[in-house]
């Protein structure tokens, strides 16, 4: 008979993750982020998910967001579906759904009506290309912090520095549509990281 010493030890525990309670919990967290998505919608989204609700990584929110992109519709709502879709099947990718559209376009429609009232006022006018500045550099800081995620990457930040630039060059300079640059650019960066983890 062996000793309890020669039993093998129980694995340790995984730390606990935390997730949506349930799909209310998306539901009403998808509505607040949705109502905070002020021109930097991206910069919202990151914060909201991997800082605050810590229910993914920078690096599954780097990789979610990528998927996200590619598929047909506003990023931020592939993005939704995709999360309520993980933790509750069906029911979660239509409460999150829900979520993200229901508050916003009230308030969307709303908004609308204002602007067709004012929209000729010079002071609107000035107010929202001001508003585009701080959108801008919303934008930029997500991205410098998401950068930081990659330091783990398969293929190594240089190379993932010269992806990036690359599409920088592709959009800003060359002006090149999104559905060119995501398959050739995307492509051949998902197919060199494939190689590299190909056994």
Known sequence: MA??????????E?????QPHNPADLFWSFTWLALQGFGGVLAVVQRELVEKKCWMTNEEFVEDWAVAQIMPGPNVVNLSIMIGDRYFGLRGAFAALAGMLTFPLVLVLALAVVYAEFSSHPAVAGALRGMGAVAAGLIAGVGIKLFVSIRNHPLGRPLCVAFAALTIVAMAWLRLPLLWIL?????????????????
């Open 3 to 12: 000793n309890a010493s020669d039993l093998p030890s129980p694995p340790p």
């Open 14 to 18: 995984s730390p606990h993750r935390p």
């Open 183 to 199: 398959p050739v650019i995307g492509g051949a960066a998902c197919l060199l990281t494939w190689r590299k983890l190909a056994p």
